[in-house]
């Protein structure tokens, strides 16, 4: 199966015709309430393709975790490792979106801040038992960190999805077989423009000399571009009508995560992932635009 640890957060998405400058009101937003967090949203997508997963998360005591939870439950997702942390408020996000399409973000981690080393070595054995670990960085880097530790001691592969973006030991590099990330975040760790499927086919072997196992670059609608033992390969994506690309990039992790978890190789496994991707960016919402099997395999 697939063990996930990361963030889960209540996202508020408040659509506004203009945003309100210090110290402004504005009246009329629309407020629509979403479940989001890379660690559930990512968990969510490889349970909703067909594989077996825990998630390794906390929320707050303000009344927004259960729903949270229950919703992962609903989604086929193991949150049995779901703590409640009293004094702490559940992650949240505050999103506005403008006509124009240009959204402005808030985050308040609240809870996740509280997953720490201690709970994942709790977990130790469900991660051992586990065939991938799954970890993004919106819980504290330490708890990432013993994370990726006790996966590769245990023999568990290492599924990194380095975002947000932020200088990786080499130590950490070397044990992570995928590493993911985008264009922006493969740029912050090469310390140069990547641009366009030529851009990545050149980027991915850097990140293996940086001392990845394998590295995997989503290109948005150009698909995604990965690298093992020195060779790259461009796997493209369907052309589908875009309507709300936000979770594309958790919708493809979480395929990745389940193809993976199910014995298929790395290549085979980025070939399905950018078909989910591309599923997930024509409905709204992150979680709300997260595929099914049949949907993938109709792309
Ligand atoms: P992120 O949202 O993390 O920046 P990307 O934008 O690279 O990630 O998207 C992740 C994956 O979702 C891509 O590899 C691709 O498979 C799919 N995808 C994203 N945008 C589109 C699009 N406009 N058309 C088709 N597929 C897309």
């Known amino acids: 199966g697939v063990f996930v640890m990361g963030s889960i957060n209540q996202d508020f998405v408040l659509r506004v015709e203009r945003r309100p400058g210090p110290g402004e009101t504005v009246t009329d937003a629309e407020l629509s309430l979403h479940p989001g967090g890379k660690g559930a949203n990512q968990s969510a997508a490889a ?20 729903p949270l939870v229950r919703n992962l439950r609903e989604k086929g997702v ?17 999103i506005t979106v403008t006509p124009d399409g240009e959204n402005a973000i808030t985050v308040a981690p609240g ?27 919106e819980i504290p880097r330490e708890t990432v960190f013993r994370g990726v530790e006790v996966a590769s001691e245990a023999g568990t592969r290492v599924l990194l ?24 975040e493969a740029a912050f760790l090469l310390g140069e423009p990547v641009e366009g499927v030529e851009g990545a086919l050149a980027a991915a072997p ?9 590295a995997v670059i989503t290109l948005g609608p150009a698909g995604a571009v990965f690298a093992l033992e020195g060779r790259a390969e461009h796997a493209s994506a369907p052309r589908v009508r875009a309507v709300d690309t936000t979770g594309a ?49 109709g792309l």
């Open 249 to 297: 990039g958790d919708a493809f992790v979480g395929a990745l995560a389940a193809r993976l978890a199910a014995g298929e190789a790395l290549g085979e496994a980025v070939a399905y992932a950018v078909r989910a991707g591309a599923a997930a960016v024509t409905r709204e919402g992150a979680q709300g635009a997260l595929p099914t099997p049949e949907v993938v395999e």
């Open 47 to 66: 349970a909703l393709l067909g594989a077996e997963v825990a998630f390794l998360g906390r929320v707050g005591d303000d009344g927004l975790g259960e």
């Open 206 to 214: 850097e990140l293996l000399g940086l001392g990845a196992r394998s």
């Open 78 to 94: 193991d949150a049995g490792l779901v703590e409640r942390v009293a004094g702490r408020s559940t992650g949240a996000a505050f």
């Open 111 to 137: 809870a996740n801040r509280a997953l720490l080393p201690p709970d994942v070595e709790a977990a130790r054995e469900r991660i051992a038992a586990s065939r991938v670990l799954v970890a993004q960085m």
């Open 161 to 184: 999805n380095l975002a947000p973006p932020f200088e990786v030991p080499g130590e950490l590099l070397g044990l992570l077989d995928p590493l993911v990330v985008n264009e922006h």
